[in-house]
């Protein structure tokens, strides 16, 4: 078999861990199993080769910016290849430029275009353990890039898809993925098994857990994932296709606290009038998400959306630059809860009892929105950790 395995920063975080994982990787490989492992920086080294970069100039070119936060990656794999050695396995670092991790050329954020797997299969050949940085790139320029915050995941699925491996497994420092966030729901459970789409709502919504875009690749080449801790030896959150008799109506609860309310009054009831604002909101590269329009009534209506509540208030520049409204008004007091699950689309009902669950705690829904397998909520802030509690309770999702 050829095992793909990642591990992120707390699973490398200091000489204990970093022989733990060597340990893990070495027991796959003495079962006679190829190994590529792919690795974060240690602990949260990302953090402090940012803060040191801010402290030279608070505006470094993104260029430079890559240049040392691949750095990070850099220093782990080296250090893993020694332990290895250490213990008499025959291992070799690769960062990107030496595999070949052909990317874009958006530095900060650049997107895996393909992957050079002559090296890797060279190193395998002579039966080392291959160990790859996580989280970079190379761009048409030789310049190195990265994948954005949290992208070792991708880097881990990329090399997976390019080697055809027949799983890959991402080690973190909890034990899957959960129905809701353990710390905010005490009876949150560990899912055995969660479909490529969902789990891609759950990474979206801000589960934490994997990189949004590493899911995306999963689905797209049918990767297999699996999410599981590094610390023991459990078994984790399986990622795949679902069949249609395993789908689950309502998976998990999510909530994202990083989101703001724009509500625009008293706008033209004419057309292109959402066209001309939100266009002017692309253009500053504000991402939006809910949007409400009310019906139009004596010539006028209104419109409301979210963005992040960094984005709301350049939102409001630009509306109050471009627009022709009565009021505007901003509400950086709330947040998303969602519910997630692929059988969803096949069972009728479900909004109406997260609904419900609201209702019974008194909590007030401010807008909505829906796609096929997830329900969406804007409520207040504070009420958060309450909303998430009573969904769950209602949807029993702490039971097996
Ligand atoms: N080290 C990078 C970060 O902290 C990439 C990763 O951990 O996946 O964002
Ligand atoms: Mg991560």
């Known amino acids: 078999m050829l095992i793909v395995k990642k591990f992120g920063g707390t699973s490398v975080g200091n000489k204990d861990r970093i022989y733990n994982v060597a340990n893990r990787c070495i027991e796959d490989y003495k079962k006679g199993n190829d190994v590529v492992v792919v690795l974060s920086a240690m602990g949260k080294y990302t953090d402090v080769l940012i803060d040191m970069a801010k402290e030279i100039n608070p505006n470094p070119p993104k260029r430079e910016m890559d240049m040392i936060l691949t750095t990070g990656e850099q220093q782990?794999?080296?250090?893993?290849?020694?332990?290895?050695a250490a213990m008499g396995v025959p291992a070799v670092s690769l960062n990107?430029?030496?595999?070949?991790?052909?990317?874009?050329?958006?530095?900060?954020?650049?997107r895996v275009k393909r992957i050079d797997t002559e090296r890797i299969t060279a190193e395998l050949e002579q039966h080392k353990i291959v160990i790859v940085t996580g989280f970079q790139g190379v761009n048409k320029y030789d310049d190195y890039t990265t994948l954005g915050r949290g992208g070792s995941d991708t880097t881990a699925v990329a090399i997976a898809a390019a080697l055809h491996a027949d799983k890959c497994e991402i080690y973190t420092d909890v034990d899957g993925v959960y129905t809701a966030d353990p710390r905010k729901v005490p009876g949150a459970r560990k899912l055995d098994q969660v479909t490529y789409d969902e789990m891609l709502e759950l990474a979206t919504l801000g589960a934490g857990v994997l990189h949004n875009r590493s899911v995306e690749l999963a689905k797209k080449y049918g990767v297999r994932m699996v999410v599981r801790s590094s610390l023991n030896t459990n078994e984790g959150t399986v990622i795949r296709e679902g069949s249609k008799m395993e789908k689950m109506i309502v998976s998990?609860?999510?909530?994202?606290?990083?989101?703001?309310?724009?509500?625009v009054v008293g706008l033209k009831d004419e057309p292109g009038v959402a066209f001309k604002l939100f266009n002017a909101l692309?253009?500053?590269?504000?991402?939006?998400?809910?949007?409400?329009?009310?019906?139009?009534?004596?010539?006028?209506?209104?419109?409301?959306?979210?963005?992040?509540?960094?984005?709301?208030d350049t939102a409001k520049t630009v509306i109050e630059e471009i627009m022709d409204f009565e009021e505007i008004d901003i509400d950086k007091n709330?947040?998303?809860v969602s519910i997630v699950g692929a059988g969803m689309q096949s069972h009728p009902g479900v909004a109406a009892k997260m609904f419900e669950a609201l209702f019974d705690a008194n909590i007030n829904i401010r807008m909505i929105s829906t796609s096929e397998i997830?329900?969406?909520?804007?409520?207040?802030?504070?009420?958060?950790?309450?909303?998430?509690?009573?969904?769950?309770?209602?949807?029993?999702?702490?039971?097996?």
Do not use: W
């Open 252 to 263: 998990g609860v999510a909530a994202d606290p990083d989101a703001a309310r724009v509500a």
């Open 334 to 336: 709330v947040a998303k």
């Open 76 to 84: 782990s794999v080296a250090l893993m290849a020694m332990a290895m």
């Open 374 to 400: 997830r329900v969406t909520v804007l409520i207040n802030e504070k009420n958060v950790e309450r909303a998430m509690n009573a969904i769950h309770d209602k949807f029993n999702l702490g039971d097996e």
């Open 96 to 110: 990107a430029y030496q595999v070949a991790m052909h990317t874009s050329s958006a530095y900060s954020n650049a």
């Open 282 to 312: 692309a253009k500053q590269n504000i991402n939006i998400d809910m949007i409400l329009q009310s019906i139009g009534r004596h010539g006028k209506k209104d419109i409301s959306f979210t963005c992040t509540d960094d984005d709301a």
